[in-house]
């Protein structure tokens, strides 16, 4: 009897242990599908003088977005970028901004005139917009909770932030 | 934690997350198991074969981690540069730059919490990479705030002799009361 029940332990352990495997391979593949890959990891620092580097965000839905202030959508996107860090930072909800004007202190201007409480970082060197292959601005990126990239921007419209809001939502509530 | 955070490779890290993930599917799957199929007490003893495997897979990661580092990086020609840092009140850390042999290895920005885990005694490895057996020279540059609020670099180096067990070098930061200055103190381990 005792062997029996110790046979069957044994059986749903190993049930389980397949059933997790297979769960687990499901996950991969439905992140190949959405192109989920892992966000490159890079710190930076911020026009405020401090070094944020990307991984200590790891836990939180994370929107990364790369502009330059001579650019109007990316003007318009971080004016919206920062209604929604400002509802939904509470909720763990992180934005890193990536800014590579050429004239650091346009940038300076603009984060001061609009308030903006989020994190704006330097890539003097471009370094980091070629790692998340930024071709052309604004470009945003959506992190989810386990430090992959799951959805991508390559451009903004007026009003977009609803959308983006909405897969914050989703990515937040998996 | 910040010890393991910074010494774990991203691979390995991967790993170390996927773990406890897969070991909560197994106690939802377990969870549902139990509903209609297992009495309390087969449950718990389910419940203690999953702790148990799952201390198993956190067990093999670590070792799967240990083997890697030692195919990449064999002892005959291992060499590893870790910053500690002490006190810290006439030096905010801003970055080290690491040069070995003329060349660029390392530049390591840290952040607020990477500083704090220092000042608390955390120890981060800066660089692992392989050497031949002979003689090197290290080139360590801080960057930060210095005494009074002001931008501070400093160098520091070492020529070190490459043997045939790995080498361990530190790059340790310190207070030197006297001077109301800091100091950036490069040693090896033996």
């Known amino acids: 009897m005792a062997a029996n029940a110790k046979r069957w332990d044994v059986a749903m352990l190993a049930g389980l242990a397949m059933a997790t495997f297979l769960l687990g391979a499901g996950s991969a593949s439905r992140a190949g599908e959405t192109g989920a890959d892992a966000a490159p990891d890079f710190a930076l620092k911020a026009f405020d003088g401090r070094n944020h580097r990307l991984s200590e965000l790891r836990g939180q839905v994370v929107l990364i977005n790369f502009w330059t202030s001579r650019c109007g959508p990316c003007r318009a996107q971080m004016s919206e970028l920062a209604e929604l860090h400002a509802e939904l930072s509470g909720a763990g909800v992180g934005v890193l901004s990536v800014n590579f004007d050429s004239d650091p202190e346009r940038a300076r201007e603009f984060i001061t005139t609009h308030g903006i409480a989020f994190p704006v970082l330097r890539d003097d060197g471009r370094e980091v917009s070629r790692r998340y292959g930024v071709r052309g601005i604004p470009r945003l990126v959506m992190i989810d909770r386990e430090g992959l990239i799951r959805h991508v921007y390559n451009d903004h419209r007026t009003g977009q932030t609803r959308e983006y809001r909405a897969l914050v939502l989703d990515l937040l509530e998996e | ?190």
């Open chain 2, 1 to 190: 934690m910040f010890p393991m955070k910074f010494f774990r490779s991203t691979g390995a890290r991967a790993a170390a997350r996927a773990a406890p993930r897969r070991a909560g599917w197994l106690a939802m799957l377990a969870g549902c198991g139990a509903v209609g199929l297992v009495s309390a007490e087969e449950f718990s003893a389910i419940d203690r074969d999953v702790e148990a495997l799952k201390q198993e897979v956190l067990a093999l990661n670590r070792d799967l981690f240990l083997l890697e580092e030692e195919l990449l990086f064999p002892a005959n020609t291992q060499v590893a540069v870790f910053v500690s840092m002490d006190v810290g009140e006439f030096f905010a850390l801003d970055a080290v730059s690491l040069r070995l042999n003329g060349r660029e290895v390392a530049n390591y920005l840290y952040t607020e919490r990477e500083v704090e885990a220092l000042l608390r005694g955390g120890v981060h490895r800066l660089y692992m990479g392989n050497v031949r057996a002979g003689e090197h020279e290290l080139v360590a540059v801080f960057t930060g705030i210095g005494p009074h609020g002001r931008e501070y670099r400093r160098g520091a180096e070492l020529s070190f002799a490459k043997g045939i067990g790995p080498k361990y070098v530190e790059l340790r930061i310190s207070d030197v009361e006297r001077r109301l200055q800091p100091e950036f103190v490069v040693r090896k381990w033996e």
